[in-house]
């Protein structure tokens, strides 16, 4: 079974909401990056996200982008980045699932074949392509499906239940429902549209619903908690990023980092 | 013309937005919506008699078309060949081809009913004409822009503060053309409801590079019409520059069906042959996604977009619109490319035979127009789209060349 499947098949059993953070790969550097995965892992979160950086990400908002461009000033290279999450996910113990989040073209450039190996050979059970609508998924899709490597597909307020009907189906591991409409990146509260938006899915499929873009706060989950099945975070988890590549401040970012995903976790799931 | 209507080279894009392989739409699900419902708007405009006339009554009366198709007698002496004839786009407002997109996509914002236009701009030649059409229409407008070509364009930077826009300065990245649409894609991502998107160039998702082609496509049919009337027949060869490729994409398309037209696209060679000091995308790119299509791209191994230099703001762009891969592929069109320095040479070469300043980007493509003259016969005819005019790179091209005579004294001495 899929690890992510694996992950929301006892989640759900046991009544419990998955916390998702999101890191950038390489930002400052890869060992960070070690690092910080374990730490987020070892602080409970579920399942972790990571950012493939790309020169030019047009669905991320500054905060992102500008990790990305770090990561990428550094001289980070994919195969690297695989090398290092192939490291960390061999780690005694690991079995947090971790899936990429990247642009198409990166894919494309290996060829998807070439890249699902790669990524599943690195720990990672499936990818999130933000620039990649249903319409031009269909071959990612199978590929994906023939090495059960989930793609995870988005649905946004300004998706019709038409488009939502078809991309639920295309989708594996979970939906990643866009909160706000625009890019990646933190907000006060979260928009009322939300409940409906999640009781429309909820008639269309049984996978798990994740909400991301805009959730930075415990308020903004604790809002969340009985609607969806996972909430992502990554604007706030990245800014932690930036503070590590300032100069000794290695050490507070890990442990401010770390803190903060139990406090999202326990946000999500109140009671133990 | 051999081909029958279905399979004609012009008969691209198809539903789908693909120009063969290429075009397509990969953006954010958040745009999906906004990319239909232009589509739907454009599809009807284009067949409303009333769109059609009512854009090419602004055409006529504020932009000043038809542009003129000048025979240009001492570049062709200079040249020693073929008869070299000028497309005028220089003479519109506006000194450059981009306001004919500008005002077809102001007169589609206002259809769909949004109340605001934002737009990308490197030269600042499309930042004008957004910035002109937001004035004429009564749309506020906000034009992104890079830091570095806000520095080499600082007349038109002023031109759009005058009229009222928003110049907002990007910082990400190269500070360039192609940060300035990542920036534009994203806040139009957030502001999507009531605010259209004008891109300048023949690129970004479907519709856009169709919209932009057809809204061109005034240059390529003015100029069947009046070769017909002047020469009696088609010309022998077209040559346009290619960034993005608006003003060649609009000059080609209604040729590409004329099979015996030599169509020629020309790219900025920049400095070198190395990744990072050119812009020349469809000669040493490979297809890959940047701005919502699939089209070639500068790229290194990994799929990062590569840096790319030209003198040229408005030919600094590390893709290229997806039918001009369509037209390479096809070998429809030959792409080549000219150097800084060719360039520069030329913008001094048409000034002073001619009495017409080329904007740096149109120079490059008369170095190509005066090499294909002097190969063919007297009796040919090659026209050159001459698409803007050189006043906004006077102060580039005089620190340039001071540049350029130190490194040149610098290395004699």
């Given at each position: 079974m899929n690890p992510i499947d694996a992950l929301f098949r006892d989640l759900r059993a046991a009544g419990r909401k998955a916390f998702m953070p999101f890191l950038t790969g390489g930002d400052p550097d890869l060992a960070f990056t070690k690092d910080a995965l374990t730490a987020v892992a070892a602080a409970g979160a579920h399942l972790v996200e990571v950012g493939l950086p790309f020169s030019d990400p047009i669905a991320d908002g500054p905060v992102i982008q500008a990790s990305y461009t770090r990561a990428l000033n550094a001289k980070l290279k994919l195969g690297d980045l695989f090398a290092t999450l192939k490291q960390t996910a061999a780690q005694p113990g690991w079995k947090t699932p971790m899936v990429a989040m990247g642009s198409y073209t990166l894919i494309y450039k290996r060829g998807a074949a070439a890249f699902i190996q790669q990524a599943k050979a690195a720990g990672l059970s499936g990818a999130v392509l933000p620039d990649l609508p249903v319409e031009e998924?269909?071959?990612?899709?199978?590929?994906?499906?023939?090495?059960?490597?989930?793609?995870?597909?988005?649905?946004?307020?300004?998706?019709?239940?038409?488009?939502?009907?078809?991309?639920?189906?295309?989708?594996?591991?979970?939906?990643?429902?866009?909160?706000?409409?625009?890019?990646?990146?933190?907000?006060?509260?979260?928009?009322?549209?939300?409940?409906?938006?999640?009781?429309?899915?909820?008639?269309?499929?049984?996978?798990?619903?994740?909400?991301?873009?805009?959730?930075?706060k415990p308020e903004h989950v604790t809002e969340l908690r009985t609607l969806v099945d996972g909430v992502i975070v990554g604007t706030a988890m990245v800014r932690k990023l930036e503070q590590a590549g300032q100069p000794g401040q290695r050490e507070k970012a890990l442990t401010e980092l770390k803190a903060s995903v139990q406090a999202l976790v326990v946000a999500l799931n109140p009671t133990p | 013309m051999s081909s029958t209507l279905a399979n004609a080279v012009s008969a691209v894009p198809d539903a789908r937005g693909r120009f063969g392989e290429f075009g397509g739409r990969f953006v954010p699900e958040t745009?999906?919506?906004?990319?239909?419902?232009?589509?739907?708007?454009?599809?009807?405009?284009?067949?409303?008699?009333?769109?059609?006339?009512?854009?090419?009554?602004?055409?006529?009366?504020?932009?000043?078309?038809?542009?003129?198709?000048?025979?240009?007698?001492?570049?062709?002496?200079?040249?020693?060949?073929?008869?070299?004839?000028?497309?005028?786009?220089?003479?519109?407002?506006?000194?450059a081809h981009k306001i004919n997109n500008a005002i077809g996509q102001a007169l589609l914002t206002q259809r769909m009913g949004k109340k605001r236009i934002i737009a990308e701009t490197g030269a600042g030649q499309h930042g004008v004409a957004s910035a002109t059409a937001g004035a004429l229409?009564?749309?506020?407008?906000?034009?992104?822009?890079?830091?570095?070509?806000?520095?080499?364009?600082?007349?038109?930077?002023?031109?759009?503060?005058?009229?009222?826009?928003?110049?907002?300065?990007?910082?990400?990245?190269?500070?360039?053309?192609?940060?300035?649409?990542?920036?534009?894609?994203?806040?139009?991502?957030?502001?999507?409801?009531?605010?259209?998107?004008?891109?300048?160039?023949?690129?970004?998702?479907?519709?856009?590079?169709?919209?932009?082609?057809?809204?061109?496509?005034?240059i390529g049919q003015e100029i069947i019409e009046q070769s017909n009337e002047q020469i009696g027949r088609l010309p022998d060869a077209v040559v346009a520059c290619v960034g993005g490729g608006s003003n060649a994409a609009g000059t080609f398309y209604p040729f590409v069906d004329h099979e015996a037209v030599e169509l020629i696209g020309v790219e900025a060679g920049g400095h070198a042959k190395g990744l990072g000091t050119h812009a020349a995308t469809l000669m040493h790119g490979q297809p890959g996604v940047l701005h919502g299509t699939f089209t070639y791209v500068l790229q290194d191994d990994d799929g990062q977009t590569a840096d790319v230099h030209s003198v040229s703001a408005g030919l600094d762009y590390p893709a290229v619109g997806p039918e001009h891969s369509y037209w390479k592929d096809s070998r429809r069109v030959r792409y080549c490319s000219v150097t800084d320095n060719e360039a520069l040479d030329a913008f001094y070469l048409c000034s002073r035979l001619e009495g017409i300043l080329p904007a740096l980007e149109t120079a490059h493509a008369v170095v190509e127009t005066m090499r294909v003259a002097s190969k063919r016969s007297k009796d040919d005819v090659v026209v050159l789209c001459f698409s803007g005019r050189g006043d906004k790179d006077c102060a580039e091209v005089a620190r340039v060349m001071t540049e350029r005579d130190k490194a040149g004294r610098q290395k004699t001495s």
């Open positions: 998924a269909e071959e990612f899709a199978k590929v994906a499906a023939d090495h059960d490597f989930k793609p995870i597909l988005l649905v946004t307020p300004t998706t019709s239940p038409a488009r939502a009907e078809k991309i639920v189906k295309a989708c594996g591991g979970f939906v990643y429902v866009v909160s706000i409409v625009g890019i990646t990146g933190e907000r006060d509260r979260m928009p009322v549209a939300i409940t409906d938006m999640i009781a429309r899915l909820r008639n269309l499929t049984d996978l798990p619903l994740c909400v991301g873009f805009g959730v930075s | 745009l999906m919506f906004a990319l239909e419902q232009l589509t739907d708007a454009y599809e009807s405009a284009k067949h409303d008699p009333a769109f059609q006339d009512e854009f090419r009554r602004i055409l006529a009366d504020y932009v000043g078309r038809p542009s003129r198709l000048y025979f240009a007698e001492r570049l062709t002496r200079e040249a020693g060949g073929a008869r070299i004839y000028l497309k005028r786009e220089d003479m519109n407002h506006t000194g229409f009564g749309l506020p407008c906000r034009v992104y822009m890079g830091e570095e070509d806000i520095r080499r364009q600082e007349l038109n930077v002023f031109r759009m503060k005058a009229m009222g826009t928003e110049v907002f300065p990007v910082t990400s990245g190269s500070r360039t053309l192609r940060d300035a649409v990542n920036e534009a894609m994203r806040e139009w991502m957030s502001t999507v409801e009531d605010t259209h998107y004008i891109i300048g160039s023949a690129i970004g998702p479907h519709p856009f590079p169709m919209i932009v082609r057809d809204f061109q496509s005034m």
